[in-house]
Every structure is written in structure tokens, then in C-alpha cells.
């Protein structure tokens, strides 16, 4: 297993427990306790984590997985969602798309739909979301538009009031927001405040709101508000999502996708 490969799986468990120990990591992962101790202390400098006697704890109370340390975790699940989200969209669109897992599988379906594959432009995407940007700025039919803003190492986001003077000056058909929970009562939310932030002018500048999110996200809520439920047009998620739940969404007035 690779070095990247082990920093991913020991930051997955560590969000999912809470606290990882040194010999428990190593028989998890099937390398030497040594590797493990060396592993938590390269990712303690980086601020990843906490070392403590024997072991490592999350770092701080409330902890996001950066985007490029996630694994692909409900990967099938997001691709068949984002398969679902880019066949929504029509070509000469403008289209608003967040940072995320999710919005990120949006971007590559997008990029290899036969009728997108050439226009003046074929899309108009707009995007605070470097590595979204990065992906599809090679693809000469789509119009790339970059907010402004400070890079959030996190997620590749810009966010902060640069954006700002780019989204008061534009109108879109479609945004679609990749969310870390989506509740019927407290609405669309992220973890980071700034970024939930550039999310919500991208909702307001729309005519049309999208959330990709799988089912571990539905019936969740995080720190930062993004919008109410009642600014959802569409939610698109997978077939494993609970029927209740979804039924609640509906009944909040949004059309449901589960794929």
C-alpha cells in the first residue's frame, strides 16, 4: 500500500472514530506499527491530526476531510448521480457548480456527454472550485468563468468577498450545489461559514437550484446554512436513500431523482 493510499484510509477511519490506535491501525491497514507511528507524525505537522500517547485523535472539534484526502467512498453512488444532474442540463446553459466530491463527478459527466462536445459555448460554467476549473478548462467548448476569492485547501474553493464582485455581475440557469447535508426543517449546509456563503450567491444568482447528494448526506445538517429546502428545486440522489425521508423533500415541494 502506498504512502498516499495509507494517509487516505487512516484519515477515513480516524473521521469515522473519532480516535485510531497505533497497533490497531497497523493490523487494519496490514503494515508495521513503525509505518503507523511515522504516518501519524507527518500528518500531526501537516495539522491533519492530533498525536497522543499510543495513538491519534481528529483534529479539532468539528473536522472536514480535505477533497484530496478523501476516498471514494460512495463512488458508484456518485457517479450515477452525477450521470443524472449533467442530463438535466441543456446545452448554451449557464451553469453554476460548487466544490465537492459529488459536483466534481458532475464536471467529468459533463465533459464526455457526446452533444456537449462542441457549441459557442457548449456550457457556460461558472465555478469557485480550482480542480473543477482545472478539469474542464482543456475542453474548448465549455466557457470556464472563475470566481474570485482566497483558495480553502480543504475543498479547492474560493471563497471570501473577492467572489463577490464576479456573482453580482452574472445571471445562471442551473446551480448545482454538492452539499454535507441537506435536511427538510434546517435546509442545504456546509461545514466552513465562507464557503457556505459563496454557495448561497451562487443559489441566489440562479434560476434554477440542483443538490447532487447521496443518501448519507439526506436528513444531515452542518455548521453553515446554504439556503432553505424551499430554494431546492431539484434533489438528486441514489435508490438507497430512505423512502420516508425523501418523501419529506417531496412534500417540501422538490422534485426527487434517486438513481
Given at each position: 500500500?502506498?504512502?498516499?493510499?495509507?494517509?487516505?484510509?487512516?484519515?477515513?477511519?480516524?473521521?469515522?472514530?473519532?480516535?485510531?490506535?497505533?497497533?490497531?491501525?497497523?493490523?487494519?491497514?496490514?503494515?508495521?506499527?513503525?509505518?503507523?507511528?511515522?504516518?501519524?507524525?507527518?500528518?500531526?505537522?501537516?495539522?491533519?491530526?492530533?498525536?497522543?500517547?499510543?495513538?491519534?485523535?481528529?483534529?479539532?472539534?468539528?473536522?472536514?476531510?480535505?477533497?484530496?484526502?478523501?476516498?471514494?467512498?460512495?463512488?458508484?453512488?456518485?457517479?450515477?448521480?452525477?450521470?443524472?444532474?449533467?442530463?438535466?442540463?441543456?446545452?448554451?446553459?449557464?451553469?453554476?457548480?460548487?466544490?465537492?466530491?459529488?459536483?466534481?463527478?458532475?464536471?467529468?459527466?459533463?465533459?464526455?456527454?457526446?452533444?456537449l462536445a462542441s457549441g459557442t459555448?457548449?456550457?457556460?460554467?461558472?465555478?469557485?472550485?480550482?480542480?473543477?476549473?482545472?478539469?474542464?478548462?482543456?475542453?474548448?467548448?465549455?466557457?470556464?468563468?472563475?470566481?474570485?476569492?482566497?483558495?480553502r485547501p480543504q475543498s479547492y474553493?474560493?471563497?471570501?468577498?473577492?467572489?463577490?464582485?464576479?456573482?453580482?455581475?452574472?445571471?445562471?440557469?442551473?446551480?448545482?450545489?454538492?452539499?454535507?447535508?441537506?435536511?427538510?426543517?434546517?435546509?442545504?449546509?456546509?461545514?466552513?461559514?465562507?464557503?457556505?456563503?459563496?454557495?448561497?450567491?451562487?443559489?441566489?444568482?440562479?434560476?434554477?437550484?440542483?443538490?447532487?447528494?447521496?443518501?448519507?448526506?439526506?436528513?444531515?445538517?452542518?455548521?453553515?446554512?446554504?439556503?432553505?429546502?424551499?430554494?431546492?428545486?431539484?434533489?438528486?440522489?441514489?435508490?438507497?436513500?430512505?423512502?420516508?425521508?425523501?418523501?419529506?423533500?417531496?412534500?417540501?415541494?422538490?422534485?426527487?431523482?434517486?438513481?
Open positions: 500500500m502506498s504512502r498516499d493510499a495509507r494517509w487516505k484510509s487512516l484519515l477515513e477511519l480516524l473521521v469515522e472514530r473519532g480516535r485510531l490506535d497505533v497497533e490497531d491501525a497497523a493490523g487494519e491497514l496490514g503494515v508495521s506499527a513503525a509505518t503507523i507511528r511515522r504516518d501519524f507524525d507527518q500528518l500531526a505537522e501537516q495539522q491533519m491530526l492530533v498525536r497522543t500517547r499510543g495513538g491519534a485523535v481528529v483534529h479539532g472539534v468539528s473536522y472536514e476531510l480535505p477533497l484530496r484526502y478523501k476516498t471514494a467512498r460512495n463512488a458508484s453512488e456518485k457517479q450515477r448521480i452525477a450521470t443524472a444532474v449533467a442530463e438535466l442540463l441543456t446545452p448554451g446553459e449557464a451553469v453554476g457548480l460548487t466544490g465537492g466530491t459529488t459536483t466534481t463527478e458532475v464536471a467529468r459527466a459533463l465533459a464526455v456527454r457526446p452533444d459555448p457548449a456550457l457556460t460554467i461558472v465555478t469557485n472550485a480550482l480542480n473543477i476549473a482545472n478539469e474542464l478548462a482543456v475542453r474548448p467548448q465549455f466557457k470556464i468563468v472563475l470566481t474570485g476569492g482566497v483558495a474553493e474560493l471563497i471570501g468577498p473577492l467572489a463577490d464582485g464576479v456573482l453580482g455581475q452574472i445571471t445562471l440557469d442551473t446551480a448545482v450545489l454538492g452539499v454535507v447535508g441537506l435536511d427538510v426543517t434546517h435546509g442545504a449546509s456546509a461545514h466552513d461559514e465562507a464557503e457556505a456563503a459563496i454557495n448561497r450567491l451562487l443559489c441566489e444568482r440562479a434560476e434554477r437550484v440542483v443538490v447532487a447528494a447521496d443518501a448519507s448526506k439526506l436528513g444531515q445538517r452542518a455548521f453553515a446554512r446554504i439556503c432553505d429546502v424551499a430554494q431546492v428545486d431539484i434533489l438528486v440522489t441514489d435508490e438507497s436513500a430512505d423512502r420516508a425521508t425523501l418523501e419529506h423533500f417531496e412534500e417540501a415541494g422538490v422534485r426527487v431523482l434517486a438513481v
